[in-house]
């Protein structure tokens, strides 16, 4: 099997009905790129920036983040790489940046609400990121928006850096602008949000936990972190549908993207870039080029409208995707 995989590394992702999906890699250092190039990644769908922060015995510099930043999008030559802004916070600390204790820190002080609160910190990460754009075609997402204010703002900070580099002369790339959707609030009202951002990137890790009130690492309630509970499925139906409706593109960049039970149900829905480890990639492309678009989406409607449970869908997939 893995030998048939391997086969597929340099193909394009297509499905039995020859319709592309860009299958996209996550990573967390620039040191990842190896792994992504060798199982044929079309993307990185998600560069968790935290790790330099975190890798870091102070707050990395602004060119020690522009050579960490320019080297993934040279390695990706010209390829699409969305990086995300520091997701500190909740269970990822650093040493050098004292947060306060919380009861909740998964619904505390993390990742763009400490970047808008420490704007001297997110001015650091965006320059960086706005310099090493010129070295390939850049994506930047802002995890944890809750609200349009908050998009607003995080996308005003940008804008003024973006001008002040400009205006100094510093070579500028296209760079498209957009948000995770983690954070049920942000699901619901994709529809307005959807006007404002260039792309959306679903991080169902957190969606998940936060739609079924159950923490993501806690064994005792892992029974409701339930991936194809139809209430998930619809919030990422509403999120795919209102970035189409927009001309936006919907990407997802949470485990579930590269899960075989949930992959028939995205292709159904229309998703349109995974993003996984890496060593899921050519699982995944194998698994697509058995699916047809068509009757995908045609699962896809019972699994939203008529099962009622996780469990009704698993087996609903089971039985449809051999
Ligand atoms: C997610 O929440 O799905 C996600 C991709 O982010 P992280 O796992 O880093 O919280
Ligand atoms: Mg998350």
Avoid at 227 to 250: C, F, Q, T
Avoid at 275 to 291: G, Q
């Amino acid at each position: 099997q893995k030998a048939e995989w391997q086969k597929l590394k340099n193909a394009s992702t297509e499905t039995a009905n020859g319709v592309h999906f860009e299958l996209a890699a996550n990573i967390g250092t620039p040191k990842d790129l190896d792994g992504v190039l060798a199982n044929g990644a079309e993307a990185v769908g998600l560069y968790r920036t935290e790790f330099l922060y975190m890798d870091s015995p102070e707050l990395p510099t602004e060119d020690d983040q522009f050579e960490a930043y320019k080297a993934v999008l040279e390695g990706m030559k010209g390829k699409p790489v969305v990086v995300r802004t520091m997701d500190i916070g909740g269970d990822k600390h650093l040493p050098y940046l004292p947060l306060p204790e919380e009861m909740n820190p998964f619904l505390g002080y993390r990742a763009i609400r400490i970047s808008l609160d420490r704007q001297d910190i997110f001015r650091t990460q965006l320059r960086a990121l706005i310099r090493a754009s010129a070295f390939g075609q850049l994506r930047i997402m802002f995890p944890m928006i809750a609200t349009l204010q908050e998009f607003r703002s995080a996308k005003a900070v940008f804008e003024e850096e973006k001008a002040k580099l400009v205006a100094a002369g510093t070579k500028v790339g296209e760079i498209q602008l957009g948000m995770m959707i983690e954070i049920p609030a942000a699901a619901v009202l994709a529809d307005q949000f959807a006007k404002e951002v260039d792309f959306f990137s679903i991080g169902t890790n957190d969606l998940i936990q936060y739609t079924m009130a159950a923490d993501r690492g806690n064994e005792h309630v892992s029974y409701l972190y339930q991936p194809y509970n139809p209430s998930i499925l619809r919030l990422i139906k509403h999120v795919i549908d209102s970035a189409h409706k927009e001309g936006k593109w919907a990407g997802m960049c949470g485990e579930a993207a590269g899960d075989p039970i949930m992959v028939p149900i995205l292709v159904g829905l229309g998703l349109d870039e995974f993003s996984m480890s890496a060593t899921s990639i050519l699982k995944v492309r194998s698994l697509m080029k058995r699916l047809s678009t068509e009757d995908m989406a045609k699962l896809t409607d019972a699994a939203l409208n008529v099962s009622l449970t996780n469990e009704d869908n698993i087996k609903l997939v089971k039985d449809n995707v051999k």
